[in-house]
Nanobody, 114 residues
Framework: QVQLVESGGGLVQPGGSLRLSCAAS????????MGWYRQAPGKQRELVAV???????NYADSLKGRFTISRDNAKNTVYLQMNSLKPEDTAVYYCNCRIIQDYWGRGTQVTVSS
């Protein structure tokens, strides 16, 4: 079955950086677009970034320039590099793969606070 396992979250001060990882299994990873979403307390889940199988990227407008999505097909892993973090980036970050249906990881908590 499809499994997505996120890691790399934690507590970081404003202005800091984190790199999230999502390891995928149960799929032919290189063939599929992968995405990162986030959900802050009391808010709906929102798109952060997507990377296609060919490496084309797309970002939420508000995050362009601070976040970078990338993938390593040899490792079946997608990454999210987050720089210049702000308190409003605090959320649970989820990895996503859409193959007929949406598959989600369990999420990793990112807290930006001094």
């Amino acid at each position: 079955q499809v499994q997505l396992v996120e890691s790399g979250g934690g507590l970081v001060q404003p202005g800091g950086s984190l790199r999230l990882s999502c390891a995928a299994s149960g799929i032919t990873f290189s063939l599929h677009a992968m995405g990162w979403y986030r959900q802050a307390p009391g808010k709906q889940r929102e798109l952060v970034a997507v990377i296609t199988s060919g490496g084309t990227t797309n970002y939420a407008d508000s995050l362009k320039g601070r976040f970078t999505i990338s993938r390593d097909n040899a490792k079946n892993t997608v990454y999210l590099q987050m720089n210049s973090l702000k308190p409003e980036d605090t959320a649970v970050y989820y990895c996503n793969c859409r193959i007929i249906q949406d598959y989600w990881g369990r999420g990793t908590q990112v807290t930006v606070s001094s």
